[in-house]
């Protein structure tokens, strides 16, 4: 398929820690980036998004960093609380209404 | 404004049957676009509509159609069931014409196929 998620990485981080979560896209021609969190049996909820003319972008304790040179996105929570702990996906924007997934990363925050 | 809806949630089918999913999407959203979720694949694409049309495709079999409504409700079709085919299916909506932008995802229809 498109999307392989055979392996899901895992991201371990402490309550109050910052928790970083890395993604490498494919497409050099893409020009919309979304990150999104999924909380067990639920849909896809969108966090923040980022355009390929921007390198950094924040929301409300989310920054994404955006490197173009080496097709890399970045998602920084701040401060990561019990609520944080969820997959994490990145997507790309590759065509009509299409986004392109990663495989995603399991987010466990410890107390 | 109400979200992204599915129905149904969960969905049991026989192989070889057929079902049909629905979306609505958001209040004003006219793009909607249709993904299969499954634990060894991930999320891939299926379709997207826009004003009644498809105008993107993934690549999946024939068995696999969908449509729009004039109200931009969408609905999925999926005959001749195959084991495989149980998944989280998810529809995504969109306000933006062009591309693939601020997709909003509903909760899914799990289906199982037996």
């Known amino acids: 398929g498109e999307s392989v998620g055979l392996h899901l990485p895992t991201l371990s981080v402490q309550e109050g820690d910052n928790s970083i979560i890395n993604c490498a896209y494919s497409n050099s021609a893409s020009d919309y980036f979304i990150w999104y969190k999924q909380e067990s049996g639920k849909g896809p909820q969108f966090i923040i998004d980022i355009r390929s003319n921007m390198d950094k972008r924040q929301g409300q304790r989310v920054t994404v960093l955006l490197n173009k040179t080496v097709k890399h996105l970045s998602l920084q929570i701040a401060a990561t609380q019990p609520g944080d702990s969820a997959v994490y996906f990145c997507?790309?924007?590759?065509?009509?209404?299409?986004?392109?997934f990663g495989a995603g990363t399991q987010v466990v925050v410890t107390p | 404004k109400a979200g992204v809806t599915q129905t149904p949630r969960y969905l049991i089918k026989t192989r070889g049957q057929q079902v049909t999913l629905s979306c609505s999407p958001i209040s004003g959203h006219r793009s909607v676009s249709w993904y299969q979720q499954t634990p060894g694949q991930g999320l891939q694409f299926l379709f997207e509509?826009?004003?009644?049309?498809?105008?993107n495709k993934g690549n999946f079999p024939g068995r696999f159609s969908g449509r729009q409504f004039s109200n931009s409700r969408s609905e999925m079709n999926v005959s001749t069931l195959e084991l495989g085919d149980s998944a989280l299916y998810l529809c995504a909506s969109s306000v933006t014409p062009r591309g693939a932008y601020e997709q909003y995802f509903g909760p899914g229809t799990r289906l199982t196929v037996t």
């Open positions: 509509y826009f004003s009644e049309t498809q105008r």
């Open positions: 997507a790309e924007s590759v065509s009509w209404g299409k986004l392109q």
